[in-house]
């Protein structure tokens, strides 16, 4: 049927009426459809990231909510010096100009010192030291002692206290190894004490043989 032929003899004010009714939904609706997208996604909307450097996390969260953010807490490391809890980095950076409803990741700082299980370290300085740093220790020069064996660890230390296998140990205080010295030094002594007594054995030969010339 064609256009011309369907709105021939339509006049009645029930049919016109339909119809503007009809075109105004046909507008509408993708009017506030868009307008509805355009609220729910935050379009062209950027708010300024406030600093929450140095609060506690639900303080920081209770923040960020304010603004329209989402706090979400990624990671936890140390700092010495810093409020347990306390916000220590983030990420989008303050200022950042970004859409509400974003994310806004947070390092926080650990309750206390990490602590790290001391491992069995009956082995040689050089095994000890890469093992130790592995771990996260920080290591202070070595320290020799007698020992039988050179260079083997005999025990170490933080500060003035022994640490022993198993023990919780913070890897913020530096440790030190004690090693053996071994017996070269005696060894050494030794080798010297014969080679003088033999220098001097073969001066009285030659002065014996002067003798009897």
């Known amino acids: 049927?064609?256009?011309?032929?369907?709105?021939t003899g339509k006049t009645g004010v029930v049919f016109w009426v339909n119809l503007l009714l009809a075109v105004a939904v046909l507008v509408a609706i993708p009017t506030i459809l868009f307008n509805t997208l355009d609220a729910y996604t935050n379009?062209?909307?950027?708010?300024?990231?406030?600093?929450?450097?140095?609060?506690?996390?639900?303080?920081?969260?209770?923040?960020?909510?304010?603004?329209?953010?989402?706090a979400v807490v990624t990671d936890s490391i140390y700092r010495k010096g810093a409020k347990p809890g306390a916000v220590l980095d983030?990420?989008?950076?303050?200022?950042?100009?970004?859409?509400?409803g974003r994310l806004i990741y947070l390092t926080v700082n650990l309750n206390g010192e990490p602590l790290v299980r001391m491992p069995d370290i009956n082995v040689s300085l050089r095994e000890a030291e890469v093992?130790?740093?592995?771990?996260?220790?920080?290591?202070?020069?070595?320290?020799?002692?007698?020992?039988?064996?050179?260079d083997l660890v005999l025990e170490v230390r933080q500060g003035n206290r022994k640490i022993r296998k198993g023990e919780m140990?913070?890897?913020?205080?530096?440790?030190t190894i004690y090693v053996g010295a071994g017996e070269e030094?005696?060894?050494?002594?030794?080798?010297?004490?014969?080679l003088s007594d033999f220098?001097?054995?073969?001066?009285?030969s030659e002065s014996n043989f002067d003798v009897q010339l």
């Open 169 to 175: 140990v913070s890897r913020e205080r530096a440790l």
């Open 131 to 150: 093992l130790l740093k592995a771990l996260g220790f920080k290591l202070t020069a070595p320290k020799y002692v007698e020992g039988e064996y050179k």
């Open 43 to 70: 379009h062209g909307e950027k708010s300024s990231v406030p600093s929450v450097i140095g609060m506690n996390s639900f303080e920081a969260e209770s923040v960020l909510d304010g603004k329209g953010f989402v």
């Open 1 to 7: 049927m064609g256009l011309k032929k369907y709105f």
């Open 199 to 204: 220098q001097y054995d073969e001066n009285i």
């Open 90 to 100: 983030q990420v989008p950076k303050a200022g950042a100009l970004i859409k509400r």
């Open 185 to 194: 030094e005696n060894d050494s002594i030794f080798f010297a004490d014969s």
